[in-house]
Every structure is written in C-alpha cells, then in structure tokens.
C-alpha cells in the first residue's frame, strides 16, 4: 500500500462525523474506546513520551452516565488537542466511514470512493487559476489533493504559468491535505535536473520509526518555472502542508512570504479505525526543512512582509511589479498603478460617478447600479470599475483605460490613457 503523507487540520475535509443513527455508550463501552485509543497512540502517535498524559486525559472524560456517542467522540478530540498542543488530533464517530477505510486499505488504497468523489466535486482544491496584469499568474487552492489522482488539474493551473513573470500562489485559505502535492507543484519552480531536498521527516509505522525525504521530481506535465520570483500568500488559517509548502520555500529562499502568521501544525497525519464506529486521526510523523532541520509545530511560519490577509493579494502584486516598473519595464508600470491606488484605498465616490455622468465628444459615460458604462455611437456599451477616484478601467481589456479631467474641482472632460503612453482627450459637452 503506497503511504501518503496527510497533513491537514481536518484531513482535507475533515473527519468529523457523518450523519448516522444516534447511539449512546454507557461507562464501559466509553472505557472500551478510550482503551482502544491507547493502543492506537502506541502503535502509530509519533511522541510516545507524551501518551500517558494523553490517556490520563482520556480517562477523565469517561463518564459515569450514559453519553451520546458523536458528543463523545467531540469530547476526546479536545482532551486529545488539550494533552497534546497538537491541532491535528481528532476522534470522529462514523461507522460508515470506518467501513470504507477498510474496504479502501484491503484494496491497497490510500483514500475511499467518497473521499476522491467529494474530492473531484471541489475541483481538487484548485479554486482560481488565471493570469493577472503585468504578467503575473496567480493560483489558489484550498486542500491539497492526493496527485495520483489530481494531478491533471494540478498541472492545468500550472500552466497559467508559463511564460509568466511572476508566480502567486494563494494558500491563505488552505487547511493543508496530501504532501506530494506540496513536492509535485514545488518540483515546477526549478529546472529539470536539479535535484533539490524539499522536506525531511521520520514516522511511526506500526510502532517502527521509519525516515524519508521528499525532492524534487525528475518530471512534471508541462513547463516549469524555474527562474521567475514566486511569492506564497499565507492567513492565520492556512494549516500544515500549506504550512510546510511556505516555510520550505522560504527557507530554500525561493519564495517569498506574504500575509499572517500561520496557525502552527507541522505534524502528519494518518487515519485509522479504532473499532468499528470511531475513527481517529493522529499525527504519525514530524517533518523538517532540509536547511535548518526545523519545524514551526506551535509557533506557524512568519511571513516576511506581515500584513492582513486580506491585502495579502495587493501586496503581494506591488511587490511583483515595483522592481520591474522601476526597471522601466512599461507593462509593470502600467498594471502598478490600480495596485498602488487600491492599496491606498482610493476609490470615487457616489457623488463622484453622479458628476462624471454626461455626454463628451462622440461619446457618453451613463451611470448604472454598479457605477458607470461607456457609450460609443450608440451601438458600443462598455462597463468602466473604478480604480481610483478619477480613473476607470475598460471591462474586457487592459489596452486603455479613461481618466475624467477636472477644472476647479467639476468635471470638464474625458481623457483616454493608452498602454502605450499615448493620450486623446474629448471635451464634456453638457
């Protein structure tokens, strides 16, 4: 069976129970799981120094009363999180998810049908791929898929890519998921032939500490991207292979870090059935760069340029652009400037859009619900976004964009701003 290294506050979906009937566990069934438990810890938890107090803490959760099961199942997973400081833990009361597991792993699979479906339905966590101005590509996805079977889709965003000047991929979202995922798309970012360590780490199998690394792939479907900058955008929610793809690339130093700290789980995780109703997730293995030999298990990886996750993009964009716009790369130039103003918050008004409405030579700017449109005789209507109190970007392209001109504060006229530098002004006639 081949080993997949899961590492996810909630194993990509999580593991928490499925709707089923309710059942109730009396005090001896309840000691019965937590025994269970126990054995489980001591056959696959990665820190065996640390399973007494967990088991103790288990003890104490047992109830004298009868208790519902799936409330059980909730109160082991915080005395498991509680003992342990680790957020990975987690107990789930699913029977017919333990079910499924066996039926996968008697068939040498990593994951079940349900898993790779609900997987497939959510695009294998690819949520945006698409090109941004000033040649920058941008990826986000929010769970790290197993590649075996979503690596077409993978490769598809990565194609975004090619030819880019820049590389952004949005982890801000990211609760984590399969780590050769992390290695399949990292293997993009340098040159065929290089043979580069991404991750180190040993693991528990069966009570026997077993140790691997994980490098760059000799091939990947499509170009790769090995010389361009790379920036990993990151929230206080991105969580363990998320994790782990920013912080190895930064300390490779071939990615840049932008947005929040992050919520601090490096452990992987396995899944296994601890009878044949509760299911238990547990961190089997740590994980650690190949430059230090460090992790960030409780601490998360501190981004280098700090800010709200929520700027995060804009930042990130600026800081793609600004050396090259400096540089006198013209298309830098041009896409900095929407980034810079947004950045600034400046944006026009209600009033301001009222006033820009009107007829200018050849032409007429109409106010709608979302702002303005650009009419041209009378059979061209184009929607303008405002990028700035007084400049307006074309819906549809990036070639142009209109500039209103103001004369003691009213608005006098429409200016056109080529890419190009080129400018045409056409004087408000009402």
């Not at 820190?47 to 909730?74: C, H, M, N, T, Y």
């Not at 991929?169 to 399949?184: I, K, T």
């Not at 991207?225 to 490779?252: K, N, Y």
């Not at 209103?404 to 429409?414: C, D, S």
């Amino acid at each position: 069976m081949k080993t997949r290294a899961f590492l996810s506050l909630l194993v990509v979906f999580g593991i928490g129970a499925a709707p089923v009937g309710a059942q109730t566990l009396d005090q001896g069934a309840q000691r019965e799981v937590v025994a269970r438990l126990d054995t489980a810890l001591k056959q696959n938890y990665v820190f065996p120094d640390r399973i007494p107090a967990i088991s103790a803490e288990l003890e104490r959760r047992v109830q004298a009363g009868p208790v519902e099961a799936g409330a059980f199942a909730e109160t082991l997973s915080q005395g498991m999180v509680k003992a342990s400081e680790d957020l990975h833990f987690s107990v789930a009361f699913d029977p017919e998810e333990v079910a499924a597991d066996r039926r996968a792993k008697a068939g040498g699979e990593t994951s079940t049908q349900a898993q790779r479906d609900r997987e497939r339905g959510a695009n294998f966590g690819f949520r945006d791929a698409r090109r941004l101005d000033g040649d920058l590509a941008y990826v986000r996805f929010d769970f790290f898929a197993d590649p075996q079977f979503a690596q077409e889709t993978a490769a598809a965003a990565m194609r975004f890519a090619e030819g880019a000047k820049g590389l952004i991929f949005d982890l801000r979202y990211n609760n984590g998921g399969v780590l050769e995922m992390a290695q399949f798309l990292m293997s993009y970012l340098y040159p065929a032939g290089k043979d580069q360590a991404f991750f180190d780490y040993n693991y528990n199998d069966k009570g026997v500490q077993l140790a691997r690394s994980q490098w760059s792939l000799p091939a990947v479907p499509g170009r790769r991207s090995g010389d361009i900058p790379v920036v990993v955008l990151t929230g206080s929610t991105s969580f363990s292979a998320a994790e782990w793809m920013a912080f190895s690339l930064q300390r490779l130093g071939r990615a840049t870090v932008i947005g929040e700290q992050t919520a601090g789980g490096a452990h992987p995780v396995t899944r296994v059935p601890v009878d044949d109703r509760f299911m238990l997730q547990v961190p089997f293995g740590q994980i650690r760069d190949p430059i230090k030999g460090q992790d960030f298990e409780g601490v998360g990886v501190t981004p280098d340029l700090a800010v709200p996750a929520s700027d995060a993009l804009l930042v990130a964009q600026k800081f793609l652009l600004q050396s090259r716009a400096e540089a006198g790369d013209a298309d830098a130039r041009w896409a900095l400037v929407p980034v810079e103003l947004a950045l600034a918050g400046q944006a026009p008004s209600t009033a301001d859009m009222d006033a820009a409405a009107g007829a200018y030579e050849g032409r007429t700017l109409v106010r709608t619900r979302g702002g303005l449109a650009y009419h041209w005789r009378d059979r061209f209507v184009l929607a303008l976004d405002p990028i700035g109190k007084d400049l307006f970007a074309v819906q549809g392209t990036d070639d142009y964009r209109f500039r209103l001109v103001r004369v003691r504060g009213a608005v006098a006229g429409l200016e056109r701003l080529e890419k190009s530098g080129e400018t045409t002004s056409y004087r408000r006639l009402d």
